[in-house]
């Protein structure tokens, strides 16, 4: 989508995990924040003067509000249907490990015991992944918030199968605290699939067309829908 605009994008493999090398278990969410940081700070060398967006998908959107509260420039934010507390990622994530014991009932005690694991110090294995107590924590810890210093913009973009239904109620609920620390807010819901869930490759046009139209034009605070 840099395209349009004639500038660049700078695309992050945050590892190690899936296309990139190296364990997951080797994965820091600090180290995963300073890489943001230091890819915002290469493209501004190499596009002076030109507008810096962080973009975020899901709990990526975690790591752009963290990259952005720590960069010594001003920045905006895309947000893809962005998760607004980590622990409640973390909290799926556990759920994976608990699968096959949910139909009998035994889900909560898998869950309860990975919990003590990480708190003792032990990384556990789930779904072929290597869950270290620092990256839990990490993950308990982070928050969708504005950043404190420069406010800019932040597009929030949802998708859902009926997008005249507006935001859903957690974005709804968490808007006002944006416009309130000065940001200027556009947040749209668009119609398409929960593509990040689906196994197979799957196309979201009004999402990259709600894209492309919000960085083309500056975002302006809209009423926010009650929840």
Request: net charge negative; aromatic share 6%; proline share 8%.
């Amino acid at each position: 989508m840099g395209h349009p605009f004639n500038n660049g994008v700078c695309v992050i493999i945050a590892g190690p995990h899936g296309d990139s090398a190296g364990d997951f278990g080797d994965a820091r969410w600090e180290t995963w924040v300073q890489d943001v940081i230091d890819a915002a700070r290469w493209l501004a060398r190499r596009h002076p003067g030109a507008p810096l967006w962080l973009w975020g998908h899901r709990a990526g959107a975690l790591l752009a509000a963290a990259a952005r509260e720590r960069l010594d420039a001003p920045a905006d934010l895309l947000l893809w249907q962005p998760v607004q507390q980590g622990k409640a990622l973390l909290q799926q994530f556990l759920r994976l490990k608990a699968a096959a014991q949910l139909a009998d009932g035994g889900g909560k005690a898998v869950i309860d015991g990975v919990r003590r694991a990480l708190a003792a110090g032990q990384s556990v294995d789930i779904a072929g992944y290597t869950l270290t107590p620092e990256m839990a924590q990490a993950l308990e810890a982070a928050r969708l918030e504005p950043a404190s210093a420069h406010p800019g913009q932040v597009v929030w973009l949802e998708v859902a199968t009926d997008p005249a239904g507006g935001p859903s109620p957690a974005t709804a609920a968490a808007l006002p605290r944006w416009l309130a620390a000065g940001w200027a807010v556009d947040a749209r819901t668009v119609a398409g699939p929960s593509f990040w869930q689906t196994t197979e490759i799957e196309d979201a046009p009004a999402l990259v067309d709600a894209t492309v139209a919000a960085l083309g034009a500056p975002a302006t605070p809209r009423p926010v829908p009650a929840a």
